[in-house]
């Protein structure tokens, strides 16, 4: 399972997509919601909003439903 680089957590499908999403194509080190919104210093609420408005363009990293999906590496 890919988990957190900063808190180990498990990550969903839609936490891959978005780190990939705002930090690269070829990111390799996936993040958390929290850990993403600290980054950027966000609430999650607006990394949830992003997770939504990518999906609702119809964005390919963000297919199905990632919301409870844990990935694997």
Same mark, same amino acid.
């Given at each position: 399972?890919?988990?957190? $680089?900063?808190?180990? %957590?498990?990550?969903?499908?839609?936490?891959?997509?978005?780190? *990939?999403?705002?930090?690269? &194509? @070829?990111?390799?080190?996936?993040?958390?919601?929290?850990?993403? $919104?600290?980054?950027? %210093?966000?609430?999650?609420?607006?990394?949830?909003?992003?997770? *939504?408005?990518?999906?609702? &363009? @119809?964005?390919?990293?963000?297919?199905?439903?990632?919301?409870?999906?844990?990935?694997?590496?």
């Amino acid at each position: 399972m890919a988990n957190c $680089a900063d808190c180990r %957590r498990r990550l969903t499908n839609d936490e891959v997509a978005v780190t *990939r999403k705002l930090l690269g &194509l @070829g990111e390799t080190s996936f993040y958390c919601k929290t850990c993403l $919104a600290g980054k950027f %210093r966000v609430d999650e609420a607006t990394i949830d909003g992003m997770i *939504r408005r990518y999906r609702e &363009l @119809g964005c390919w990293l963000f297919a199905g439903n990632g919301d409870e999906t844990e990935v694997s590496e």
